[in-house]
């Protein structure tokens, strides 16, 4: 199996998680793109998430993670994407659950909300859970079916 490679991006609420989370997710032996800012930068959130959500849609990075003051604005900007399915997490059964369940590519980090050990675990459990299609295919399916409607 090809070793999946990782988008990190952040605004400027949130640059001491990322650049943290960048480092240990190369620690455990990912590529990882960095679509945030960096320490005296400053941007708004949507900018960032939908630049990733965007390289995550066409395949550029296999999963993304979003970081902002409480993951909230980047899930919702990143979901704007088309395909793209981006959930908050705040735990780790959620961010399992959002890769077997949902299929999600990206999950949404609050550095104002999570410390950074918890942050780690939840990045962990999302980049090495996998979708489970023979029980959650037809719930993802129907995401699309509701995704498209409003555009026939």
Avoid: W
């Amino acid at each position: 199996m090809q070793q999946k490679t990782i988008a990190i991006g952040c605004d400027d609420a949130a640059i001491e998680m990322k650049e943290k989370l960048l480092t240990y997710i190369k620690d455990l032996g990912f590529t990882v793109e960095d679509y945030g800012v960096t320490a005296g930068m400053s941007t708004d959130y949507p900018d960032i998430a939908y630049q990733l959500a965007k390289a995550v849609k066409e395949g550029k990075q296999d999963l993304g993670i979003l970081c902002c003051g409480t993951g909230i604005g980047m899930a919702i900007t990143a979901n704007k994407v088309s395909g793209i399915r981006a959930a908050q997490a705040h735990d780790t059964y959620s961010a399992q659950r959002a890769r077997k369940s949902n299929n999600a590519q990206i999950v949404t980090l609050g550095a104002r909300v999570i410390g950074i050990e918890l942050a780690k675990d939840i990045v962990n459990a999302f980049i090495h859970s996998d979708f489970e299609p023979e029980r959650s295919g037809p719930k993802v399916e129907r995401i699309h079916f509701f995704e498209n409607i409003d555009k026939k």
